[in-house]
């Protein structure tokens, strides 16, 4: 998503992110600042077999600079599995990286084991 504001991001940055996969403990993200910087928003924990990720996650971004493209990355660290990212919104600056948000969720991005995507406010890229 692109931000254009003065100054530096929040240090209460918010993360509202939306995938569905069948095992969310093989999931790893992390919010991509414009410089490259990454921040764990989540790490892989194979003892979390619950279904999917719908949280809001916060972290400190506060030395980055808030302008720019920010990104969010999704590594699945196990094949045979399959998740969809359906989307995701910084709610430090009340925006998502889509225009709007449809009433029934569409996938973003498909992904299959062992796969990692990052999502630019378009269709989600493989890395």
Not at 14 to 43: C, E, F, M
Not at 91 to 114: D, F, I
């Amino acid at each position: 998503m692109n931000v254009a504001l003065a100054g530096n991001a929040p240090a209460a940055t918010k993360v509202n992110v939306n995938i569905k996969h069948p095992w969310r403990g093989q999931l790893t993200l992390h919010l991509q600042a414009p410089d490259g910087s990454l921040y764990l928003l989540k790490a892989a924990n194979a003892a979390d077999s619950g279904d999917d990720v719908t949280t809001v996650y916060t972290v400190n971004a506060s030395t980055e600079p808030a302008s720019g493209t920010w990104r969010l990355r999704v590594n699945d660290n196990l094949a045979g599995n399959i998740g969809t990212l359906y989307g995701w919104t910084d709610r430090a600056y009340g925006v998502a990286p889509t225009r709007s948000a449809p009433r029934r969720p569409r996938p973003a991005k498909t992904l299959a084991g062992a796969a990692s995507c990052r999502w630019r406010g378009g269709p989600v890229k493989p890395l």
